[in-house]
């Protein structure tokens, strides 16, 4: 830990946790009010949050025209309307790596990386632009990176011989080995806050209680409402968590009866939330709880794996997820799709309202919203469906649609996007993966 950052940054503290504290006027940003006034103040944290889709989006309800507040949005976009100023709609990118493979795990396991894989029981691909960015400033943070998913992994090979490893985890440590992905939110939780053993019996509020009542005598009022509103939002997902968590706990038993590893059971009985949506939400929040608290700057969310096996039964669609994009001009990819956005947005107004001095968190942050393919239907990842939101602190032109598809194709690489975002968050970087230059328009 850099004790420089970590000393400028104000914290609840309690029986082992540490609770970071949202932008408060009372006190000097992010530090303490002991700092004397020719200190400059901490700039708020620029954060990357990475959520991903499988198995592409509908090809003709995906678009949008304009720029700014005036951005007309198709059908499957409409969700992020109210986030027009700070959307960017970016198509044409690609993976050069991930085309003439076959489909599927050789499309999906160098999605953030750009690396080319290798076939067979050896993994071997290349580390993914959210493990290089923590690795370069994760050890200012509690957590480098937080890895979540929504979907168990899968095991062994695809028809094309490659490991459904590649199809399962988006997240790469080094080119042999994949981020060990949390998909129980509450084992998410309890690691976030370093909930170990009994304590996990006692709320983290409770834990920081002396420490928030201290705080909130020397607060002002705008500051003690906004405290509040803070710690009311991490109980009532701490709340939902501990409901999830005793389903775990059940799941275990009945994995120790049965002989069945938990991996390989449906769910519910294997502890995930039998509601996606509120699998997917918690999971969402937990990433706006982590950037809002200080834990960490840098999230991956794998809302679905390749070939996934996911169920709608909410949006009126029969098919399972993979089976579902094979038809990918129905209206039932339709809601697909569009749903998915939906959870772009939800994570994006949840940042949207979390006030750091005169921005937002979402103004801090980039929400990275990437594909495996455009067509489930042909398996065509020529080109992907890319979304970004966010400012990044001001660093970001936002309020774009940017269409790369008839440019040259070193002029259109997935990785010179992250190459950008690498640098945006001062890293400096003059490579990632196979590009060479950022991506200028943004």
């Given amino acids: 830990m850099n004790r420089r950052i970590f000393d400028r940054r104000m914290w609840l503290r309690g029986s082992g946790v540490l609770v970071g504290l949202p932008w408060l006027e009372s006190f000097q940003a992010w530090g303490s009010e002991q700092e004397s006034s020719n200190t400059s103040k901490d700039v708020p944290p620029k954060r990357l949050a990475i959520m991903f889709m499988a198995c592409g989006v509908h090809p003709t309800k995906w678009w949008a025209k304009g720029q700014g507040s005036q951005m007309e949005l198709s059908s499957c976009l409409t969700p992020l309307e109210q986030h027009r100023e700070k959307l960017n709609v970016i198509n044409g990118l690609f993976n050069k790596n991930a085309t003439g493979v076959g489909i599927h795990p050789g499309q999906t396991g160098n999605i953030l990386s750009g690396a080319a894989l290798q076939k067979g029981s050896e993994l071997r691909g290349g580390i993914s632009v959210d493990q290089a960015i923590a690795n370069a400033i994760g050890n200012d943070d509690i957590v480098p990176s937080l890895v979540l998913g929504c979907e168990q992994p899968t095991t062994g090979f695809h028809e094309t011989n490659f490991s459904m490893a590649y199809s399962s985890h988006i997240s790469w440590q080094n080119a042999t080995s994949p981020v060990p992905m949390e998909v129980y939110p509450s084992a998410a939780f309890d690691s976030l806050f370093e909930n170990r053993g009994t304590q996990r019996n006692k709320s983290i509020l409770d834990r920081v209680m002396r420490d928030a009542h201290d705080l909130q005598l020397r607060a ?46 449906n769910r519910p009985d294997n502890g995930l939330p039998e509601d996606i949506r509120e699998h997917m939400k918690l999971m969402c929040d937990l990433i706006a709880i982590a950037f809002q608290s200080h834990r960490t700057r840098v999230a991956s969310l794998l809302l679905c794996r390749d070939i996934s096996g996911l169920f709608y039964p909410f949006l009126d669609v029969s098919k399972p997820h993979h089976l579902a994009s094979h038809d990918d001009l129905s209206d039932e990819w339709e809601r697909v799709t569009t749903y998915y956005v939906e959870q772009v947005a939800y994570l994006a107004s949840r940042l949207a309202k979390m006030q750091e001095a005169d921005a937002s968190v979402l103004d801090n942050s980039c929400i990275l919203f990437v594909n495996n393919m455009w067509s489930g239907s042909k398996h065509e990842s020529t080109r992907l469906p890319v979304l970004t939101v966010g400012g990044l602190g001001g660093s970001m032109q936002t309020g774009q649609v940017l269409d790369y598809q008839d440019r040259d194709s070193s002029e259109k690489k997935l990785c010179s996007l992250y190459l950008s975002l690498m640098q945006k968050m001062g890293i400096e970087a003059d490579t990632f993966g196979d590009a060479q230059n950022p991506l200028q328009e943004i």
């Avoid at 701490?238 to 002989?259: C, F, L, T």
């Fill in 220 to 265: 002002s009022k705008s500051d003690q409402l906004k405290l509040d509103e803070y710690l009311t939002s991490i109980r009532e997902v701490e709340k939902r968590i501990d409901r999830q968590r005793r389903g775990v706990e059940r799941a275990g038993e009945k994995s120790q009866e049965s002989g069945k590893a938990l991996w390989g059971m």
